[in-house]
Nanobody, 125 residues
Framework: VQLQASGGGLVQAGGSLRLSCSAS????????VGWFRQAPGKEREFVAA????????YYATSVKGRFTISGDNAKNTVYLQMNSLKPEDTALYYC???????????????????WGQGTLVTVSS
């Protein structure tokens, strides 16, 4: 499955952005989809994920209550709604998918086989 991440941009602190992760080649059905981010000089970190069934969502502590992950099966797209953005949210955001991942590993980027190219989010103070 090929993934395309989009929706990044420059926003002021307190603002919002919605990232999209679209799949081509296959449907997202049966795939867990995760969002990860990497800031300059830092390790890639987990942001949010939606389970293979779509019934469960998971969030990093740093974004819980501000970010929402959701899926639209008809559009074969997973979204990351980001509200109340902070300068520390600035990073390159990646979406990833996998159809074999288990719940205990859903936050581990090394467990995902398919990756999008990344979209840059910059939050100014």
């Amino acid at each position: 499955v090929q993934l395309q991440a989009s929706g990044g941009g420059l926003v002021q602190a307190g603002g919002s952005l919605r990232l999209s992760c679209s799949a081509s080649g296959r449907t997202f059905r049966g795939y867990a989809v995760g969002w990860f981010r990497q800031a300059p000089g830092k390790e890639r970190e987990f942001v949010a994920a939606i389970s293979r069934t779509g019934g469960y969502t998971y969030y990093a502590t740093s974004v819980k209550g501000r970010f929402t992950i959701s899926g639209d099966n008809a559009k074969n797209t997973v979204y990351l709604q980001m509200n109340s953005l902070k300068p520390e949210d600035t990073a390159l955001y990646y979406c990833a998918a996998d159809n074999r991942i288990i719940t205990s590993s859903i936050r581990d980027y090394e467990q995902y086989d398919y990756w999008g190219q990344g979209t840059l989010v910059t939050v100014s103070s």
